[in-house]
């Protein structure tokens, strides 16, 4: 395969398994030039992106635009609080403003699930969704499956546990689609009330008590609870959930192997995972921010390349 089955990337749900092997193929060489003293390749001079994040964010939003940057395209950036949506502009008429600047692709990041999708039927251009509510955030599942493929050699046959607010997190989606497509077996595990109802349909079990999850798993990925996407109380108290599900050093040194410990940022430290396991040559957290600059080089590369044979 050499070129993306699909002209946007709106979730991993839509994906085939070939293009995320074909997207992990192509972040290797990025990976490569990313790593040499100039770091920049002039694929995309000719190509246009706008970055629009109607919500808060620090490392997927440098991330995209570093990505961007080192492929030569021209990026404009917009944000949600500074811009007339504020003034009560609509989604397309925004983003229609935006394209007649000819802007080639999208990178967006918004609060309403199926946001990307909705705007990829009414805009001409490459969507890519940068975290759309709590459904997908897929170059972050991308980027967590490609960095076990780096560490564990591949991402088939190994065992993935997702720990924490599965409820709210779009980052749990994306992954468990992924990590399926790849031939992971993935359980979630968390308190009762931040597991999804019907999630078995998708194929994940559940495990409630975390040392057992972490017994069986070779990669915990350690989620942050969305206390934002909160109005009313999930658990009891933070203390509680950290008793319950928080990891720290002395849980890791008592487990019956080594498993590699993962958290897609931000993290609250000393409440999903202390700082000595953050820190830890267990976890794999700042690897993954130069794999995410990869990742993503892949994926626009490889989606302008396809708006470039439609022209
Ligand atoms: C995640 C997100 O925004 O969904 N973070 C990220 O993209 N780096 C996870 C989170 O906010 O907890």
Redesign the pocket.
């Known amino acids: 395969m050499s070129e993306l089955s699909v002209n946007h990337l709106l979730g991993i749900k839509y994906l085939q398994p070939e293009d995320i092997q074909l997207i992990f193929e192509t972040a290797d060489q990025f990976k490569e030039v990313i790593n040499r003293p100039i770091k920049k390749v002039p694929s995309l001079r000719d190509i246009t992106i706008a970055n629009l994040f109607f ?1 808060n ?4 939003r440098l991330s995209f635009e570093l990505a961007e940057k080192r492929l030569s395209a021209d990026v404009v950036n917009f944000s949600a609080s500074s811009s007339s949506v504020a003034k009560g502009e609509t989604l397309i008429d925004t983003v229609n403003n935006i394209l007649s600047m000819k802007v080639d692709m999208v990178v967006m ?1 918004h609060p309403n699930p199926g946001a990307g999708i909705f705007l990829s039927k009414h805009v001409n251009a490459a969507i890519v969704n ?2 759309d509510g709590a459904h997908e ?1 897929p170059t ?1 599942a991308l980027l967590d499956a490609y960095s076990i493929r780096e560490k564990l050699g591949d991402v088939a046959g190994k065992k993935v546990v997702i720990v924490g607010d599965i409820l709210h ?3 749990a989606l994306s992954n468990i689609f992924a990590l399926q497509k790849l031939g992971a077996q993935v359980k979630v595990c968390g308190p009762a009330t931040l597991i999804p109802k019907h999630i078995q349909d998708l194929g994940v079990e559940v495990e409630l008590n975390l040392i057992n999850a972490l017994n069986w798993c070779d990669v915990a990925n350690m ?2 609870v ?1 206390n934002e996407r909160m109005d009313i109380k999930f658990f009891p108290s933070t203390r509680e959930y950290v008793q319950q599900y928080g990891l720290n050093k002395k849980i890791l040194d008592r487990l019956e192997k080594e498993i590699v410990v993962m958290h ?3 993290i609250n430290r000393g409440v999903e995972i202390t700082s000595d396991v953050a820190d830890s040559n267990h976890a794999i957290i700042l690897d993954k921010v130069e794999n995410g600059v990869a990742v993503r080089m892949a994926v626009i590369y490889l989606l302008a390349s396809k708006i470039k044979q439609y022209d």
Request: proline share 11%.
């Open positions: 919500e964010s620090t490392r997927t990041r940068a975290g955030h972050q997190s779009r980052v989620l942050r969305q897609p940022g931000p």
